[in-house]
């Protein structure tokens, strides 16, 4: 069993927490958050270890890997903190806020040996398992196109590429590979919603929206194929078991992988693009919707 601790404590952080504590491959063995008063108000077993200094929580023995749900500001220092301290780490989405900030996290990881896992919850939905072997057997024939549509009404002084586009794009990235070039519009001084687009290698297209709403949510995700289109299903499948939700199936891959050495499905190379597509998306806004090349920036010294 994984002695694992978990960093930030806000809603999505607390979801975290009460999947690992459910996990019988889990043991979480300490948590921390910067509020003393939300880690009093939390409510967790005797035996779990509750701490608002970071190098208290980093110097618990018992520790072999971290779960960061901190805000995304947050990410690049606790996750090279955690790496160098000795801990496999799955951070959330989105992966740091810069695409260089990605590739220092990869060098880190792997000048150190240890597994760095990045939490794009779609890849691990039931239904994009299945959109994903459909996609592999051929049966619908080539993808030509992909569209997508992502409202919320969540967070809305947040950013809506970050917090909302990057859920299709880690999507279209697993199932197409590296994209060559992006362009985006809308999201301006508000930042309530973009429309943009993402080109592949062989010039596939990704066509998403993103905003955030008052209205009812919506989520699409179609691959318009050869020989018809396929559609993912985002809902709760009916019948589904703690087991294989979402999030208990990305706990538990991270896990495996922190005890087997083997590269998460939401592998941190894939986080990397994801965050070099965002780059490309709010460059393209800056600049009045040109398409801008993906390239990845000059190596870290």
């Not at 003393?36 to 270890?49: H, K, P, S, W, Y």
């Not at 799955?90 to 992966?95: F, G, I, S």
């Not at 809506?160 to 279209?172: E, K, P, T, W």
């Amino acid at each position: 069993m994984s002695a694992i601790g978990l960093i930030g404590l806000g809603s999505w952080g607390r979801r975290c927490a009460d999947t690992l504590s459910r996990l019988p491959e889990a043991s979480l063995a300490a948590v921390h958050d910067i509020s003393a008063r939300t880690l009093e108000g939390f409510r967790v077993g005797a035996d779990v270890q509750k701490t608002a200094d970071i190098d208290e929580f980093l110097a618990a023995s018992a520790l072999t890997s971290v779960v960061i749900a901190a805000p995304t500001p947050c990410h690049l220092g606790l996750a090279l903190r955690a790496l160098e301290a000795g801990l496999d780490v799955l951070v959330e989405k989105p992966m740091t806020e810069t695409g260089s900030q990605a590739l220092e996290l990869v060098e880190a990881a792997e000048s150190l040996g240890k597994v760095l896992a990045v939490g794009h919850i779609m890849l691990y939905h039931p239904s994009f398992r299945e959109l994903r072997k459909a996609v592999d057997s051929g049966a619908h024939g080539p993808v030509d196109h992909i569209e997508s549509v992502r409202t919320s009404s969540g967070l809305p002084d947040s950013d809506v590429l970050g917090d909302l586009a990057c859920h299709d794009i880690a999507m279209a990235i697993a199932l197409k590979g590296r994209p060559v070039a992006a362009r985006a519009s809308g999201a301006g001084d508000d930042r309530h919603a973009a429309s943009f687009e993402l080109m592949f290698t062989d010039e596939t297209l990704l066509c998403g929206h993103v905003a955030w709403t008052d209205a009812q949510p919506v989520r699409r995700f179609d691959l318009r194929c050869s020989r018809g289109t396929v559609s993912l299903d985002q809902g709760t499948p009916e019948g589904t078991g703690f087991r294989d939700t979402p999030l208990a199936r990305q706990c538990l891959d991270f896990l495996r992988c922190c005890a087997t050495r083997r590269t998460p499905v939401s592998a941190a190379s894939l986080g990397v693009e994801v965050m070099l597509s965002l780059d490309a998306l709010r460059e393209s806004i800056e600049s009045g919707s040109r398409w801008v090349t993906t390239e990845q920036p000059a190596a870290v010294s």
